[in-house]
């Protein structure tokens, strides 16, 4: 506080040793008045304050730490993240209003060559209460006539991504030619590869001591061009926000990797029965890789802890928690089915009069106002097709004719063949799929399936459109299955 006072005088008896001579104005002297004035501002806001204010990298340091402060630094969930700060708005006037919310350890404001602020800052308070108390009390605080900031919980990112490295390099690789460019880096992570499990994906997530560390980090690296003779790139890796919150307290599911495609299902549900009798409800196993479905997240983390790094048929494997997917009702919604005005509900045999615009009748009416079966997602309708497993057929392979009923449900994924199947198990002949189509308000074709029982003569149409055949066949499928009562889902 004491150099930035004398600095201040300084300057203030250069300019007023230069009026009293009566010279003529010097170019830009309002500006120079302004950042007196500013800093005349600061100067009286440290006497009655007792902080002090340190220039360094680009920014504006106020306190860090406070005046008489003992303890350890608070933790980053006390930084909130002011934006949209006016320019010439500076800590004189920032300070007193964030007070108004608790006690401030830090103030962090960024600053350009011309003494402007950049238009944000970083407030970190002493403890969490405080800097919750001010997003809730000053986010779209109207700082100036029209002029409002933005405050929330401060992202303090000290992860980086870098892509673009040879797929070759080992951990330990890695973090001793980073060390060799920065400072500050803890651990490296590497994500194997699902085809061979010695090779990376090539790319890393580097992790430092703090985010200033990693912001250096990431300028040293962006300038070094190139690493192992290959240019790679490095950006900011995005927050895991599966992997922290309440959203973690939810998880009772188990992803397991690097497994052997010869690895059946129940040696995977005998491994963890190993562990505790009955711990496990569902397993899901795909080619080298397999879903375990837990009635706790305690026990699904338990047997994640467990089991990771364990040998299941020769193949050392990978356990983690599955990650929560947040957007799963946004990924729904967009999928290729048209919904007109109407959300949700399924068809019911019910027998209404012929619908303008469609070139067959009778429909049916659109009645239960609830959408109750769940689509398999390895369902092979539309865009974004699952990987179908298929194995190689060799020309003294044994090949008998199979009847639907000696299949496995895990091997039956789509609506229109469980519908198939179901009518092989009653004695039932195949289902007669009609089709009808009008034109959207958009002018493309939309088409939607009638499914015919013909023994019966029960008649079932969903009440939605779409624009793939598939699309429309599967779902006049699945609703056929939910209103013969037999729930479809994975």
């Not at 003779?229 to 927050?239: D, E, F, I, L, P």
């Not at 494997?317 to 007109?340: E, I, Q």
């Not at 009008?438 to 023994?455: A, E, N, P, R, S």
């Amino acid at each position: 506080m004491a150099e930035f006072k004398a600095g201040f005088e300084h300057e203030l008896a250069v300019q007023t040793e230069a009026s009293s001579e009566a010279a003529i104005p010097v170019k830009g002297s309002e500006e120079f008045m302004k950042s007196l004035s500013v800093q005349r501002a600061l100067v009286e806001l440290m006497d009655k304050t007792g902080y002090d204010i340190l220039q360094e990298n680009g920014q504006r340091k106020y306190g860090g730490p406070p005046p008489k402060w003992e303890g350890p630094v608070p933790h980053v969930d006390c930084e909130v993240f002011v934006g949209s700060i006016p320019r010439d708005v500076y800590e004189d006037e920032l300070v007193p209003l964030f007070e108004t919310a608790g006690t401030i350890y830090e103030m962090r404001l960024l600053m350009e060559f011309n003494g402007d602020n950049r238009g944000y800052a970083f407030v970190k308070y002493t403890n969490r209460e405080e800097a919750q108390t001010a997003i809730h009390m000053l986010n779209d605080f109207e700082i100036r006539p029209g002029m409002y900031i933005a405050v929330c919980a401060a992202q303090n990112n000290c992860r980086l991504f870098i892509g673009c490295i040879p797929n070759d390099k080992s951990k330990e690789e890695i973090m001793e030619e980073v060390k060799k460019i920065t400072k500050g880096l803890l651990n490296v992570t590497v994500k194997s590869s699902y085809r061979d499990p010695a090779k990376s994906r090539g790319f890393a997530f580097l992790e430092y001591e703090t985010h200033k560390a990693a912001a250096f980090a990431r300028k040293e690296l962006i300038a070094t061009r190139s690493l192992w003779g290959r240019t790679h790139w490095v950006n900011w890796a995005k927050s895991d926000r599966h992997a922290k919150g309440e959203n973690v307290q939810i998880i009772r599911v188990a992803h397991v990797l690097h497994l052997s495609p010869s690895t059946a299902e129940e040696t995977l549900e005998r491994e963890c029965q190993r562990y505790k009798a009955g711990v496990v409800v569902r397993v899901k196993k795909f080619t080298d890789h397999a879903f375990l479905h837990f009635n706790s997240h305690k026990d699904a983390a338990a047997i994640t802890s467990i089991m990771n790094g364990t040998v299941i048929d020769g193949n050392v494997v990978t356990v983690t928690l599955a990650k929560y997917n947040r957007d799963k009702k946004r990924k729904r919604a967009n999928s290729k089915v048209y919904w007109g005005r109407k959300r949700g509900g399924i068809a019911k045999e019910t027998v209404v009069p012929p619908q303008e615009g469609l070139n067959e009748s009778p429909v049916v009416e659109s009645i239960n106002p609830q959408l109750h079966f769940n689509p398999s997602p390895h369902c092979a309708v539309g865009e974004g097709k699952a990987v179908k497993q298929m194995f190689p057929l060799f020309p003294d392979m044994p090949l008998q004719q199979t009847s639907l009923q000696l299949l496995r449900p895990c091997q039956i994924n789509t609506a229109v063949s469980l519908l198939d199947m179901y009518c092989c198990v009653h004695s039932l002949p195949p289902p007669h799929y009609q089709l009808y189509s009008v034109w959207g308000q958009d002018g493309t074709l939309l088409l939607v399936f009638k499914v015919v029982m013909l023994l019966t003569q029960q008649a079932y149409m969903p009440d939605k459109l779409c624009v793939h055949l598939e699309d429309a066949k599967e779902l006049a499928a699945q609703n056929a299955l939910w209103n013969l009562g037999t729930l479809y889902h994975d």
